[in-house]
């Protein structure tokens, strides 16, 4: 065994239950979007905060997501270091976003970056979103924009993506793709999957005749229909299923 693979394989020893249990979900939400056909090669990122820290953790960039695990994600600071001794380097386009989600929010447990085409394709579209599906109606509660500025490698852009971003949990990144924010690894997950179904609706349904939109009275009562469809759960109660079906078909995440 390389030293490399050394310390990968010894990281479970060196740290706290908490951070394994975060490693272990996050892991299983990089096997998630491979299993979706999701991923965009190396090139898009998820990243979870470590319990109790301001650091978070992040993919090493290089792999793809069917071969992240607890054990290789890197942890680093919102400076960017490595907090954890680590072969891996890590994506710095994906620094720059995840890093100014993080410093931002107190609540972003969790922050989730897909270059989906249904996602890019509904994010060059001029009106953006559309309320024409039960999936939309979820998402334009708490939905913002965030105008391409080109590869995400400019310190500067991060304080204006803050600023687009705001309290909402829903991004769409123009001409560029999807961003979600949870205060768990499986609320990030379930509003990406919201959001991508709704992307992938638009744009099905813009192939066809005249859309129907649906009404704000409609969606004003949709906060109130999401909590009583999850007996109040949230998303807990669809994220230990996704563990299980991970287990059966790609379990390596656990290691």
Same mark, same amino acid.
């Given at each position: 065994m390389s030293a490399a693979e050394r310390t990968v394989a010894?990281?479970?020893?060196?740290?706290? %239950?908490?951070?394994?249990?975060?490693?272990?979900? #996050? %892991?299983?939400?990089?096997?998630?979007?491979?299993?979706f056909g999701w991923d965009d090669l190396v090139f898009t990122h998820i990243s979870a905060r470590v319990p109790g820290t301001h650091d978070f953790? =992040?993919?090493?960039?290089?792999? !793809?997501?069917?071969?992240v695990t607890a054990s290789n994600l890197v942890r680093v600071? #919102?400076?960017?270091?490595?907090? #954890?001794?680590?072969?891996?380097?890590?994506?710095?386009?994906?620094?720059?976003?995840?890093?100014?989600?993080?410093?931002?929010r107190e609540d972003a447990g969790c922050v989730l970056h897909l270059h989906t085409m249904a996602g890019i394709a509904v994010s060059a579209q001029q009106d953006g979103l559309l309320p024409i599906s039960q999936?939309?109606?979820f998402i334009m509660m708490s939905l913002s924009y965030h105008g391409y500025e080109g590869l995400a490698l400019n310190p500067?852009?991060?304080?204006?993506?803050?600023?687009?971003?705001?309290?909402?949990?829903? !991004?769409?990144?123009?001409?560029h793709g999807l961003l979600t924010v949870g205060r768990s690894i499986s609320d990030a997950f379930m509003a990406m999957f919201s959001l991508q179904?709704?992307?992938?609706?638009? =744009?099905?349904?813009?192939?066809?005749?005249?859309l129907i939109p649906i009404s704000q009275a409609v969606l004003d009562t949709?906060?109130?229909?999401?909590?009583l469809v999850t007996r109040g759960a949230g998303t807990g109660i669809v994220w230990?299923?996704? #563990?299980?079906? !991970?287990d059966r078909v790609d379990p390596g995440f656990r290691d």
């Open positions: 010894n990281v479970r020893q060196q740290v706290s %239950a908490e951070e394994w249990a975060t490693r272990v979900d #996050l %892991a299983a939400c990089y096997r998630l979007i491979a299993h953790l =992040i993919n090493p960039y290089g792999l !793809m997501f069917d071969e600071d #919102l400076a960017g270091n490595k907090t #954890l001794a680590s072969p891996y380097e890590i994506n710095p386009a994906g620094y720059t976003i995840h890093s100014a989600v993080h410093e931002a999936q939309a109606t500067d852009e991060k304080a204006r993506l803050q600023a687009d971003l705001g309290p909402t949990h829903y !991004m769409i990144l123009r001409n179904r709704a992307c992938e609706i638009q =744009i099905m349904a813009q192939a066809g005749g005249r949709v906060p109130e229909y999401m909590r230990p299923a996704l #563990l299980r079906k !991970m």
